[in-house]
């Protein structure tokens, strides 16, 4: 049975709220699967962020859920800036972004 678009919205906040992450999570972890490799000042500035601040808080949030994983070379500088999609993060992301299809 084909769900209607209202009820396969809501369906989808569902799963963000099972998997507990926000809305925004989801759109940052959306963000560096599309371009890995982002610094978190570029991640706030493309998904219009006024400040990098709130975004970084979601990022500490993603990297201790092992969702995101930060791959730069100096670890001593606690802003995260070589951001990738774990395969963790991969498989949320499938379960409640819409395809591209």
Known sequence: MALTPSIDFLSRLRKIDRHDVKTRDVIIMW??????GMMGQELARKI??????NVQICLRRLLRM????????RLD?????DLYITPKG?????DVVPSDG
């Open 31 to 36: 963000a560096v699967a599309r371009e890995p």
């Open 48 to 53: 219009g962020f006024e400040g990098r601040s």
């Open 66 to 73: 092992g969702l995101v994983e930060d791959r730069r070379a």
């Open 77 to 81: 500088n606690r802003t995260p800036n």
């Open 90 to 94: 991969e498989a949320m992301l499938a």
